[in-house]
């Protein structure tokens, strides 16, 4: 038996997507528009973040390559046989499937797509997540073709938000927002942080299957730290439990069809102490005023050098750990990053309307000081033509969540 080295499968029908096939459109259009500025042939993506973004589809990879092909005329995902018709389901375009009975069937697939008689003179790659192992395998069937970065243009055009992105975030948001408020009720001395985080993301997962019932869902998670757990925003959470006088740290993050939302927060079990509440309380004040600071027109460096100026002031600047902000979209904790709309002192971007920015100060005071933790407070902020709307409801501070 003859068994093929790829092949196309239509099992079911499609499956409602995240977004409009109008949206999608507009995304292929804006694209081809910087395909033809740079003279691009073809853009081979390889990262789940930018082939979720223009097709719908978000692979699971367990170490085979996945892939959309970019044309002027065509666009196909190409995706392993493990998935069968799956992918085809959740993208709006057409879908090539490779097998594992050879080696490099999926460079065979990249073929199939576009054709052996026009090869391809300018192609297009993800330098920033490419491997140098698939780098060479595609150039060793490219052999006359040349390669270029097509990362910072894809980069770019995710950074501005469509309407119906905008939507799921303002979605997202909410829905982090009932996951905070689900794991207050459930905070008590002596529960452990795993058991406090899960009641928070169940509760979030139903709410999105509520809300977008014809979605997969995966990748919702919660990080709620305690005690020397909260010097690291991205400490997983542990057994530990929590114990009175505790400086918590809750953290929600939804995720629908990809899109990331996130709310943070700092907490105290049952009291704070005069130096807890004094860091705490700066951290809310450069939040506070980081919160004024957005809005469009804005470099993103002026807004982290002047909250550096307040950090100073307040004597706590040397306890500053990351920057001050970043921007959402199609994005996880083991995919994507927008790195140029995050609010740091080596960015000059200028903000603009329908971009999507979090204000997240965080400082950390080492065990042994006084006051001793990780302080982190995290908004959603939409940038609107003459300013931008915190879509982050939960409140912070010591007033509210001394619990």
Not at 180 to 195: F, L, P, R
Not at 278 to 307: F, M, Q, T, Y
Request: with cysteine.
């Amino acid at each position: 038996m003859e068994r093929p080295d790829f092949f196309k499968l239509k099992n079911g029908k499609k499956s409602k997507l995240p977004f409009s096939e109008k949206e999608y459109q507009k995304r292929l259009t804006k694209i081809r528009e910087v395909m033809s500025d740079k003279n691009i042939d073809m853009i081979i993506l390889t990262s789940m973040h930018n082939i979720a973004y223009y097709t719908g589809f978000i692979y699971c990879s367990f170490g085979r390559p996945y892939g959309c092909i970019i044309t002027e005329n065509k666009i196909s995902t190409i995706s392993a046989n493990i998935d069968a018709s799956q992918p085809w389901r959740r993208s709006h375009c057409d879908n090539v499937i490779y097998t594992d009975w050879k080696k490099d069937n999926f460079l065979k697939a990249i073929v199939s797509i576009i054709g052996r008689n026009d090869p391809p003179k300018n192609i297009g790659i993800e330098n920033d997540h490419i491997t140098l192992d698939m780098r060479e395998k595609i150039g060793s069937i490219f052999t006359f073709s040349f390669f270029s970065d097509i990362s910072k243009e894809l980069m770019k055009l995710r950074m501005i938000k469509s309407h119906e992105e905008i939507e799921i975030i303002r979605n997202g948001a909410r829905i982090a927002d009932i996951g905070g408020y689900e794991i207050i009720k459930n905070i008590k001395e002596g529960a452990t942080e795993i058991e406090i985080a899960i009641t928070g993301r169940d509760k979030m997962e139903i709410e999105i299957a509520k809300t977008y019932p014809d979605a997969e869902y995966m990748d919702t998670w919660v990080w709620f730290q305690s005690g020397i757990n909260t010097d690291g925003a991205h400490n997983p959470k542990t057994n530990r439990r929590l114990i009175k006088g505790d400086i918590l740290s809750l953290n929600t993050f939804p995720m629908i069809s990809g899109y990331y939302t996130a709310l943070e927060r700092t907490l105290f079990l049952d009291s704070v102490d005069d130096a807890s509440l004094k860091a705490w309380e700066a951290n809310v004040k450069v939040h506070k005023r980081g919160l004024e600071l957005i809005k469009p027109g804005v470099k993103c460096s002026d807004v982290c050098n002047e909250l550096n100026e307040l950090f100073a002031e307040l004597g706590y600047l040397q306890y500053r750990t990351f920057g001050y902000g970043h921007s959402f979209g199609v994005l996880s904790h083991f995919y994507g990053r927008e790195s140029g709309l995050e609010l740091r002192e080596d960015n000059n971007t200028i903000l603009k309307e329908n971009m999507v920015v979090s204000m997240e100060p965080m400082i950390l005071i080492p065990e042994g000081k006084s006051g001793s933790g990780g302080y982190r407070e995290h908004d959603i902020l939409v940038i609107s033509k003459n300013g931008a709307e915190n879509i982050t409801k939960f409140p912070f501070g010591p007033d509210h969540n001394i619990i």
